[in-house]
């Protein structure tokens, strides 16, 4: 800053090289991740957010207990979690699809990263729940990619029912 230069400002510049100029540099872009509103010059420093958010899909059981790959439960309905890399605002129940018999109920969000719903298996055999590419953002504008998991519910043993969930990314 001139003025400083132990009192002769000709020798003075100030970030753009300019004697005794008042520019400060920084980013300029209030998109950036770094961006600076003192900045009174762009000095090409600015950072931006390119990275896609990740969603990661969990499941417990109504004991609350965490449906893992091989792990079984009677339970006749599982609750799923949706946690998200990164905030979003625009993930919604629109987002998921289930294919193989089944309904996704009670969809909620309990944060802008944590959604919740419940899913619901139609009968025995195989439901998978996976994530729509490009279907929801980050604040950045960053689309998602594709995510999918696997629920495979089944019967055995005198005509019981139990439900076995396979799990996979």
């Known amino acids: 800053e001139c003025g400083v230069c132990d009192g002769d400002n000709s020798t003075c510049l100030d970030c753009t090289g300019v004697p005794n100029g008042e520019n400060i540099c920084g980013c300029t872009d209030n998109t950036a991740l770094n961006y600076d509103s003192t900045a009174t010059f762009n000095d090409d420093s600015c950072e931006f957010d390119t990275t896609a958010p990740t969603l990661t899909i969990t499941a417990t059981n109504s004991s609350g207990a965490e449906v893992s790959d091989g792990s079984s439960t009677a339970d006749a309905s599982l609750t799923l979690t949706f946690t998200s890399?990164?905030?979003?605002?625009?993930?919604?129940?629109?987002?998921?699809?289930?294919?193989?018999?089944?309904?996704?109920?009670?969809?909620?969000?309990?944060?802008?990263?944590?959604?919740?719903?419940?899913?619901?298996?139609?009968?025995?055999?195989?439901?998978?729940v996976s994530i729509n590419n490009g279907s929801f953002t980050d604040a950045a504008g960053n689309?998602?990619?594709?995510?999918?998991?696997?629920?495979?519910?089944?019967?055995?043993?005198?005509?019981?029912?139990?439900?076995?969930?396979?799990?996979t990314a």
Do not use: C, K, R, W
């Open 85 to 128: 890399s990164e905030p979003t605002t625009d993930f919604a129940l629109d987002d998921i699809n289930l294919s193989g018999g089944g309904a996704l109920s009670n969809f909620s969000a309990t944060s802008s990263m944590v959604y919740t719903a419940t899913l619901t298996p139609s009968g025995f055999g195989t439901s998978i």
């Open 143 to 167: 689309s998602n990619t594709e995510f999918s998991i696997t629920q495979t519910s089944s019967s055995h043993g005198g005509g019981g029912s139990s439900h076995y969930q396979t799990f």
